[in-house]
Nanobody, 115 residues
Framework: QVQLVESGGGLVQPGGSLRLSCAAS????????MGWYRQAPGKQRELIAGITSRRSTNYADAVKGRFTIFRDNAKNTVYLQMNSLKPEDTAVYYC?????????WGQGTQVTVSS
């Protein structure tokens, strides 16, 4: 059974930082591309950061230079370091694992940026 479990969300002030984690089980983690998506109220889910099995990364323009995605294959975990957070970063953040036609989602973690 595949499980992706996100953690690390919460309430943070503008300009603050958070680190999200996504722990995977039930897959050969090192072979999967991993991504972080977010969905704000009334908006579609969007890809904000991705990392391939070879550790190539890509970012949405909205987070480039502020967010960093990285993975620890020994821990079957992917992380999203979020710095200089803005109120518009408020959303539910989801982890995704993808390989060929297979894709799996976590349950999401809420990030709220507010003073």
């Amino acid at each position: 059974q595949v499980q992706l479990v996100e953690s690390g969300g919460g309430l943070v002030q503008p300009g603050g930082s958070l680190r999200l984690s996504c722990a995977a089980s039930g897959i050969i983690f090192s072979t999967y591309a991993m991504g972080w998506y977010r969905q704000a109220p009334g908006k579609q889910r969007e890809l904000i950061a991705g990392i391939t099995s070879r550790r190539s990364t890509n970012y949405a323009d909205a987070v480039k230079g502020r967010f960093t995605i990285f993975r620890d294959n020994a821990k079957n975990t992917v992380y999203l370091q979020m710095n200089s957070l803005k109120p518009e970063d408020t959303a539910v953040y989801y982890c995704n694992a993808g390989l060929d036609s297979r894709g799996y989602w976590g349950q999401g973690t809420q990030v709220t940026v507010s003073s």
